[in-house]
């Protein structure tokens, strides 16, 4: 185990695989993280079913994947039980399916803490309850582990009723590949507020207006609408790209030395003291739950509003130009 920051990071030496032998894990849900956790755990020589509604079209895939498919009652029954479900449906399955089957010894394990943290799945006090979170997304999590590598890992823990829930979580993470990248410790509270606030802030609900904003602003000035959405959307992979890979030392060495000084200049003149002071509120109303009470009734409400502003979303001039020109770029293209 070493410390980078104020995390606490640990490799393959640091866990113990022993800690899931003899112990069978039922996987709820085969999207792209199910798929990933069911896949990595089976080679990595776990006990792993996957636990699919009735009538799932996943359950073919999962089995010409080589892997059992169970009812979800019959999953909830194993010794782990991995939620890998998207957020909403998790406290409906916990109720229905898992909650009436629990055994004291049980293991509840969560890529996210959303569920846990806002209170929307109580586990009773016999349970352990751990997050194992693989930061990146569930192909990457599978291709890099066939690969012999790994994707770092969160853990963390809710409930520690056995003593031993940070070492499973471990084991676990160890299994999926994430000893082999480095795995952080957090808490459910740190993943779960961080996690909100970057999606919404920054990630999807912040760049996605920044977008618009620039392709609105250039379109206003008489500029081409497909000049703007090369210089405000399309570009943007380029940019991101060189960030993940290197940060902003990597970005600044490899853009123009005119993009650098404008970005030096005026980037803080759109990203300015009001603009952080909107984030803070976001943030705040992650940490005090008025997301999460929103979201919980907006899923009551059939996802009303959302549904609505997707669509509204989705019928901004910049997809309509986007559309003619990606048909443009063969190499987008898929089968």
């Not at 080589?66 to 998207?86: I, T």
């Not at 399309?234 to 993940?244: F, G, M, S, T």
Request: contains cysteine.
């Amino acid at each position: 185990m070493t410390t980078m920051g104020t995390m606490k990071v640990y490799y393959a030496q640091d866990a113990d695989p022993e800690r899931l032998k003899g112990k069978t894990i039922g996987i709820l849900g085969y999207g792209s993280q199910g798929r990933a956790h069911a896949l990595n755990l089976k080679d990595s020589g776990c006990d792993v079913v996957v636990g699919l509604r009735e009538g799932s079209p996943s359950a073919q895939r999962a089995q010409s994947d080589g892997l059992p498919v169970v009812p979800l009652d019959e999953a909830a029954e194993r010794d782990v039980v991995a939620f890998l479900l998207p957020d909403p449906q998790q406290p409906a399955v916990y109720e229905r399916h898992v909650k009436p089957r629990l055994r004291a010894g049980q293991t509840l394990l969560f890529a996210h803490g959303f569920n846990v943290h806002y209170g929307q799945i109580v586990p009773p006090p016999d349970v352990d309850v751990i997050m194992v979170a693989p930061k990146g997304p569930g192909n990457l999590v599978r291709q890099l582990f066939a690969q012999g590598q790994g994707v770092p890992c969160l853990i963390a823990v809710a409930q520690d009723a056995s003593g031993q829930a940070k070492g499973l979580a471990l084991a676990y993470a160890h299994a999926l590949g994430g000893t082999r990248a480095g795995v952080l410790e957090t808490t459910f509270k740190e993943e779960t507020e961080t996690d909100l606030f970057g999606e919404q802030a920054v990630l999807c609900g912040g760049v996605t207006e920044l977008i618009k904003a620039g392709f609105e602003t250039l379109i206003e000035a008489g500029y081409a609408p497909e000049m703007a959405y090369f210089e405000c959307l399309n570009e943007l992979k380029l940019i991101v790209d060189l960030l993940y890979e290197g940060g902003l030392a990597k970005m600044y060495e490899f853009v123009s030395e005119t993009a650098g000084y404008g970005s030096l200049t005026r980037g803080s003149r759109v990203i300015d003291e009001h603009v952080r002071a909107n984030m803070r509120r976001l943030l705040r109303e992650v940490q005090d739950g008025t997301f999460a009470r929103e979201w919980v009734l907006e899923n009551q409400a059939n996802q009303a509003v959302f549904k609505a502003r997707l669509r509204e979303e989705l019928e901004h001039p910049i997809e309509e130009v986007g559309k003619r020109l990606r048909a443009m770029m063969g190499w987008l293209q898929r089968d």
